[in-house]
């Protein structure tokens, strides 16, 4: 093989990968629908604060966020109504009056740049609206301007949801308030006019800001809550107020096109390290806007638009989930409701999951970063709930002393609520495991993840039961959101098996803890370990269900007829690394079963996030057709908005998030030890290319394809050890590449 292979060697690969020469680009005809913000709005944010700009010629609508903005506290009933929920911090309405119909009307969000667009001519002139979140100031910046002189006037509305005050000082607008639960808020707008005047208005209806003859209008918002990661402060900090003023004045001593600019070079650090080509869209394709185009595309292949789809979750996780600030909830960042569906909170049983799965694939390794730091942030309350819930109490009959468990939902302030996730504990840690199986970084590793590691293996230590035959298994567990409760559940099992599997790797990773390491690797090998049943399926119980009806919309349990949304059992395909078609085959045949049996019938219970997870498990197998199938599922209308947010329905973003690593690892998967290329390329992607993709073991990798057929790969040695194995089809290759280096191999590669 290798006498086969020229190697060139590159001295130095770009920071910034070329984009794609696919739209990235998501445009519209129409404003959104004031009573469709999460379906049809569009989503700009950074990391912390986030808007939806609709739209509107007449009424812009500008709905903003602030991820810390939540209420409940730590609830120790557990009871999910009690638990809180995020809110919104309200809307900003910029008046502009029109006085016929606008014509050449469009809506846009350009990826690439981070940047929405509104665009329309009326009153004889042509106006044009900018907007995004910059990251380095730390504000929503808008601007609004039209091809004549003097053709800006009306006025700005700042809409608090929580019946805040608006006090008005000079072209400033200011709204601050206390939720129930003690956190104070606070947001600022800021108007800078080019020409005409700015005057400040008071009556019985608002305090708003008039505009009039001006060529152009900039808009600065500014926002912060009291929201600290600290338990022993109660998660509460100092008053916003001088923090937001200060952002907000220093962002001022700026023009438009220096915080664009700013903001720009930002964001491109992270978004441009990937660029993905899957083939070229055809004219007509191309040619639709698209709430339209995504309906054809469920139709027909549209290699572009699934490009996008899978560059959408990289700007949507960089928009929602930056070091330092909170991670993306179950919509992400974007909110329009103060009792949001689910109370947008942060559900352990996929959800939270879902939403960083394509962060170290993706390579946006520090997006994940968030996550870790909210499951510090909670440990006190989490461990107190657990060691005072009756349901944790060990054989010998006394409350747990040892480690947390998490219900299924969480909020940001150590609340706990609706029924207990026992294993989710163990699947946290997978993601705590992950950042480090990526990047390498041993001081992460032993400060960060170990800690929390071995706590969580201290707990199961505890919590394990021991059946006759010596085996182990999680008693009273249960297969999300499926079925009864009962002891040896095949999710649960998986995931405490990968959480011991994970420990023993990080312990020898440090070289720390000989002696309970080789106790946590002989407690993996005595759990009970999933089983193929009388249809050749994986069970998803230790004891085969045949055909129990528990409950309605799943009247037969583990049958070729059970179509749930869920396919919890499968964990050990993905995300885990327990079941795999190359060292467990029979396993593999048997997860296989199980999937094909599910479904897509349009009336099963299969939601969007659902297709996300069946993409990649198909992907695990395999298996490229039904993978791609299940990604062109993503366009369907009952599964996307028309902006692209997932619709379960409601709209819940894990989807967007699900179906971006289920594309990378379509077309590259490195879970077994070597850096597999390829592995599930679909028929529909006959040509095409992907660079910039993180490995496990420290390396970016990019690979092209034509007729099918791999012709090139790049391996750059990011943090690894400078021996890659790669793999393509049978065929594998050992490559020496030392640090910060990067090799290209091409010639004949099938």
Known sequence: ????????????????????????????????????????????????????????????????????????????????????????????????????????????????????????????????????????????????????????????????????????????????????????????????????????????????????????????????????????????????????????????????????????????????????????????????????????????????????????????????????????????????????????????????????????????????????????????????????????????????????????????????????????????CQHLWEHYAFGLDKNYLRTTAYPIMKETCEFWEDHLKTLPDGKFVVPNAWSPEHGPDEDGVTYSQEIVWDLFNNYVAAADALDTDKDYRDKIAAMRDRLVTPQVGSWGQLMEWMIEKKGTNVIAKSPELDTPNDHHRHTSHLFAVYPGTQISAGKTPELAAAAKVTLDARGIDPGSDVREWSFAWRTVLYARLRDAEDAHKMLQQLFSARNTCPNLFGLHPPMQIDGNFGITAGIAEMLMQSQAGEIELLPALPNAWPDGKISGLRARGGYEVGVEWKAGKLVSVTVKNVSGDGHAKLRYGSKVVELDVKKGEAKNLNGELQ
């Open 1 to 428: 093989m290798k006498n086969k292979i020229a190697i060139l060697v590159l001295t130095a690969l770009a920071c910034a990968a070329n984009l794609s020469a696919a739209d990235l680009t998501l445009w519209y005809q129409q404003p959104a629908a004031n009573n469709k913000p999460m379906n049809e709005a569009l989503p700009i944010g950074n990391g912390r604060l986030g808007a939806l700009i609709f739209g509107s010629p007449e009424r812009e609508r500008t709905s903003v966020n602030e991820s810390s903005l939540w209420t409940g506290g730590e609830n120790p009933s557990g009871n999910y109504d009690s638990m809180g929920a995020y809110q919104v911090l309200g809307n900003v309405f910029v008046n502009l009056p029109v006085d016929s119909n606008a014509s050449d009307y469009r809506r846009d969000l350009d990826l690439a740049d981070a940047l929405a667009h509104v665009s329309y001519t009326a009153n004889g002139a042509k106006f044009q609206r900018e907007f995004f979140c910059s990251h380095p100031a730390e504000i929503l910046a808008a601007q609004f301007t039209a091809d004549k002189k003097s053709a800006c006037t009306g006025s700005i509305e700042l809409v608090d949801s929580h019946g805040a005050k608006i006090i008005a000082e000079g072209n400033r607008l200011t709204a601050s308030g206390t939720l129930g639960n003690g956190m104070k808020f606070e947001w600022q707008l800021l108007v800078l006019n080019e020409g005409g005047s700015v005057s400040t208005v008071s009556d019985t209806n608002s305090t708003r800001l008039e505009f009039k003859n001006c060529d152009g209008l900039t808009l600065l918002v500014a926002a912060g809550t009291d929201y600290v990661f600290d338990h022993a402060k109660n998660y509460h900090g100092e008053d916003p107020h001088a923090r937001v003023t200060a952002q907000l004045d220093a962002a001022a001593k700026k023009n438009f096109a220096e915080l664009k600019a700013e903001h720009i070079a930002d964001f491109q650090t992270m978004f441009n390290r990937v660029s993905a080509d899957f083939g070229n869209s055809t004219a007509a394709q191309t040619a639709l806007p698209t709430d339209k185009r995504k309906l054809e595309a469920f139709k027909t292949v549209d290699p572009g638009l699934e490009a996008l789809l899978f560059q959408y979750g990289r700007y949507l996780l960089i928009s929602c989930s930056r070091p330092g600030g909170l991670p993306a909830n179950l919509q992400g960042l974007w909110n329009d409701n103060n009792s949001p569906p689910w109370h947008s909170d942060y559900h352990a049983n996929i959800n939270i999951q879902m939403n960083y799965w394509p962060a170290e694939v993706a390579n946006l390794g520090e997006c994940h970063t968030p996550f870790f730091d909210l499951i510090a942030s909670q440990l006190p309350a989490w461990r107190k709930a657990t060691a005072a819930a009756k349901e944790f109490k060990t054989a010998d009959g006394n409350f747990s002393k040892r480690g947390f468990a998490i219900r299924t939902s969480h909020n940001i302030t150590g609340g706990l609520g609706w029924k207990w996730d026992k294993t989710a504990n163990a699947w946290y």
